[in-house]
């Protein structure tokens, strides 16, 4: 492993751990050069499946933008970065475990609103207001009635 500061390539491991959840391998490295330490993550590569845009398209599937998604739907939210890792985590997660090659954007948009519904609100009303392209105030109403009664409408 090349250190991160001189680039030398001989590190040695300080501490080896697991994750909490077990995906993960944490180790504690020291530069035998310069001698300053960093940490590195083993994690299992799994293939994400090819993203199905509305008009045929088929993309890489990018967690960035993902994330970039989340981030403007939680924009001046009160929700930690951390949340917003486990949340990623748990929509990869369900679309890594359908096994399947391709998956369409609506399918990874009814999950975004899935998790944002459980995580804040009004996240939830702010992305699926674009992912649902609302045209007028009434359509806004349905969905606050939605959250107001706990449903799980569409």
Same mark, same amino acid.
């Given at each position: 492993?090349?250190?991160?500061?001189?680039?030398?390539? +001989?590190?040695?491991?300080?501490?080896?751990?697991?994750?909490? #959840?077990? +995906?993960?391998?944490?180790?504690?490295?020291?530069?035998?050069?310069? +001698?300053?330490?960093?940490?590195?993550? #083993?994690?299992?590569?799994?293939?994400?499946?090819?993203?199905?845009?509305?008009?045929?398209?088929?993309? #890489?599937?990018?967690?960035?933008?993902?994330?970039?998604? *989340?981030? *403007?739907? *939680?924009?001046?939210?009160?929700?930690?970065? /951390?949340?917003?890792? @486990?949340? %990623?985590?748990?929509?990869?997660?369900?679309?890594?475990?359908?096994? #399947?090659?391709? %998956?369409?954007?609506?399918?990874?948009?009814?999950?975004?609103?899935?998790?944002?519904?459980? *995580?804040?609100?009004?996240?939830?009303?702010?992305?699926?207001? @674009?992912?649902?392209?609302?045209? +007028?105030?009434? /359509?806004?109403?349905? @969905? %606050?009635?939605?959250?107001?009664?706990?449903?799980?409408?569409?």
């Amino acid at each position: 492993m090349k250190c991160p500061f001189c680039h030398h390539e +001989d590190t040695q491991v300080l501490d080896t751990r697991a994750s909490e #959840e077990g +995906d993960s391998i944490r180790r504690r490295r020291r530069c035998a050069k310069c +001698d300053k330490r960093f940490t590195t993550y #083993e994690r299992i590569e799994l293939t994400m499946p090819v993203i199905v845009k509305k008009n045929g398209s088929r993309v #890489e599937f990018a967690a960035a933008k993902l994330r970039a998604s *989340l981030m *403007l739907a *939680l924009r001046k939210r009160p929700v930690s970065a /951390e949340l917003v890792d @486990v949340t %990623i985590s748990r929509i990869e997660q369900k679309i890594l475990s359908l096994g #399947e090659r391709e %998956i369409s954007s609506q399918r990874i948009g009814e999950y975004i609103m899935e998790e944002l519904k459980r *995580l804040d609100k009004i996240a939830y009303i702010r992305f699926a207001s @674009v992912y649902r392209s609302f045209e +007028d105030v009434a /359509e806004f109403q349905n @969905v %606050i009635a939605e959250i107001a009664s706990g449903s799980d409408k569409k």
